[in-house]
């Protein structure tokens, strides 16, 4: 008996519903990813194998560098309501008064490094040209004049800052300081930190490879 030839039919997979779900997930992932902001004062870290990592919330960072050849010392909240509540207590003390869209500004600023007195200006440039060299001075490290002890004054705010939200645990504090930076400008953070009784602190660090 002849047997049946069955005729061939090329295949054809509908790929309309894979399109779809790939642009939904592009879709999703740009709309919520959220785009690195310029660091103020770029520092290269020093190298260790260490792997610890920064908590998200309740941590203060103490940025040290050079910028055009001079030392210059930034400070950052990563909490919003802290960064606020530090803020009223500068404002209150050193007699500068914010407006409410200087306020929500500065809400929303990581990191600065200007003194108190020139903030109001730093508050109104576009985050591009706030990220410039030479735009920031540095937080006053002074012990004399009109600026004195404000990073002094920075940190102990916070911390009142932090109280005042109720939070459960005091704040931590990380010093991330250029590889390059000499050692008595470092020692000069932990003084101040030393001063307030902060005794235990982070070193930000760069990842490197163990040693065999």
């Known amino acids: 008996m002849a047997k049946v030839k069955m005729s061939k039919k090329s295949t054809a997979v ?21 785009a690195k902001v310029p660091e103020p004062l770029p520092v290269e870290t020093p190298n260790s194998t260490v792997q610890t990592k920064l908590p998200e ?7 040290i560098g050079k910028s055009e050849g001079k030392d210059q010392v930034y400070f950052g909240m990563k909490d919003r309501d802290v960064r606020l509540g530090a803020l009223e207590y500068m404002s209150e003390k050193y007699g500068v008064t914010f407006t409410a869209k200087e306020k929500a500004e500065f809400e929303l600023m990581e990191e600065f490094g200007v003194p108190i007195q020139q903030l109001k200006g730093l508050l109104d440039m576009k985050g591009a040209d706030r ?8 937080i006053p490290l002074d012990s004399i004049g009109e600026n ?9 705010y916070a911390r009142k800052a932090n109280i ?3 939070a459960n645990k005091e ?6 300081g250029d590889a390059k930076e000499k050692y008595p400008q470092i020692k000069q953070i932990m003084d101040i930190l030393q001063d307030q009784k902060i005794n235990s602190f982070n070193l930000v660090t760069g990842l490197r490879g163990k040693d065999y």
């Open 14 to 34: 509908d790929m309309t519903a894979m399109c779809d779900v790939a642009f939904l997930l592009l879709t999703f992932f740009i709309l919520t990813a959220t």
């Open 57 to 63: 919330t309740g941590l203060v960072m103490i940025t």
């Open 131 to 138: 990220a410039k060299p030479g735009m920031q001075s540095g």
């Open 148 to 156: 004195k002890q404000q990073l002094q004054d920075w940190i102990q």
């Open 164 to 166: 005042d939200r109720g």
């Open 171 to 176: 704040l931590e504090f990380a010093i991330k």
